[in-house]
């Protein structure tokens, strides 16, 4: 259990710096053999990207870390349950298990929305939810409550 908590902090980290750039507080990191190759935080504001989550960024990174494109030998922490664009990102990219922090009851697909693992993929990725899940939930409201106090400021 230390392992898996060390590695979500790392994602905690990330998603610290996503916080300090005003994007949804969301770190990943990706682990192959014990060691983080890649770590990514959501850039959605800063690139002007739909796509710019932390999972594709992470996967994107480890992919030419290790110049492949499957990364089967590879788990991937996240602070939050991926939205359905990253699980199939992460399914197609071939990752051998996810670590999630809290659900996401908004976009959440692999449990809370969708669950994925209702449907037949030719890759099936192991799911483990609940590593620092106050942790990785408070950054998150803290985050919200951030903006609406921002909001009210400018009125």
């Known amino acids: 259990m230390i392992e898996k908590e060390y590695f979500m902090r790392e994602a905690l980290k990330e998603a610290k ?4 750039k005003e994007e949804i507080p969301v770190g990943a990191v990706i682990v192959k053999e014990g060691k983080i190759i890649a770590r990514a935080h959501n ?3 800063l690139k002007k990207s739909s796509i710019s989550h ?4 992470a996967i994107q990174k480890a992919s030419k870390k290790l110049n492949a ?6 788990e991937m922490y996240i602070t939050l349950e991926p939205c359905m664009m ?4 992460i399914i197609n990219s071939r990752i051998k298990k996810i670590y999630i922090g809290t659900l996401d009851p908004k976009t959440g697909a692999c449990e809370s929305v969708i669950n994925i693992e209702n449907y037949k993929f030719n890759h099936v990725v192991e799911i483990e939810t609940g590593i620092l899940k106050e942790e990785c939930e408070y950054i998150l409201k803290d985050f919200f409550k951030m903006l609406r106090a921002k909001k009210r400021r400018k009125k």
């Open 69 to 74: 494109w499957r990364l089967e030998e590879c």
């Open 43 to 45: 850039l959605k504001e």
């Open 54 to 57: 932390a999972e594709i960024l």
């Open 86 to 89: 990253c699980m199939g990102a």
């Open 17 to 20: 710096k996503a916080y300090k």
